[in-house]
């Protein structure tokens, strides 16, 4: 992902202060929990970011994105077997068992371990798209917003 301004950075730590003050009236919500993880992982506050989707995984198992997000998070901590397996397991949702995707190098998904540095590669391209994906999951109106007449002017 690119690098964040000052105002995004601002905004990002907002709705994780918001997150976590909604959590203390709601401390079991779901989806509270998965925002505050989404947000942890933009922060690169990657371990927490793996807690919280920890606890998401463990009461809702049938959701591909938290297994996403949790892989991109042991992505950025170099934990590459980790995060393959997560991603693995996050198509095998999404796939119902069927996960052998045509786009990947043949093999890819037969192994939890790293063969080498493009499995590497192919896994950070992967966990890019998933991760834009999950964002518009938990924030559908994201693509919707408007341009700002500062951002049409700078087009």
């Given at each position: 992902?690119?690098?964040?301004?000052?105002?995004?950075?601002?905004?990002?730590?907002?709705?994780l202060?918001?997150?976590?003050?909604?959590?203390?009236?709601?401390?079991?919500?779901?989806?509270?929990?998965?925002?505050?993880?989404?947000?942890?992982?933009?922060l690169?506050?990657?371990?927490?970011?793996?807690?919280?989707?920890?606890r998401?995984?463990?009461?809702?198992?049938?959701?591909?994105?938290?297994?996403?997000?949790?892989?991109?998070?042991?992505?950025?901590?170099?934990?590459?077997?980790?995060?393959?397996?997560?991603?693995?397991?996050?198509?095998?949702?999404?796939?119902?068992?069927?996960?052998?995707?045509?786009?990947?190098?043949?093999?890819?998904?037969?192994?939890?371990?790293?063969?080498?540095?493009?499995?590497?590669?192919?896994?950070?391209?992967?966990?890019?798209?998933?991760?834009?994906?999950?964002?518009?999951?938990?924030?559908?109106l994201v693509?919707?917003?408007?341009?700002?007449?500062?951002?049409?002017?700078?087009?």
């Amino acid at each position: 992902m690119p690098e964040k301004t000052f105002a995004q950075y601002n905004m990002l730590l907002q709705m994780l202060s918001a997150c976590d003050k909604k959590l203390l009236e709601f401390p079991g919500n779901m989806e509270l929990i998965a925002i505050r993880g989404l947000m942890n992982n933009l922060l690169e506050n990657y371990k927490d970011a793996i807690a919280d989707f920890n606890r998401v995984i463990k009461l809702v198992s049938n959701d591909s994105s938290p297994y996403f997000l949790r892989a991109d998070s042991y992505y950025h901590l170099k934990e590459y077997t980790k995060s393959k397996k997560d991603l693995i397991a996050a198509y095998k949702i999404e796939n119902k068992g069927d996960f052998e995707l045509d786009y990947l190098p043949e093999g890819f998904m037969k192994s939890n371990e790293i063969q080498n540095d493009d499995e590497i590669e192919h896994l950070r391209i992967i966990l890019d798209n998933r991760k834009k994906i999950a964002l518009l999951k938990y924030f559908p109106l994201v693509e919707s917003f408007p341009l700002s007449k500062k951002t049409k002017a700078a087009k």
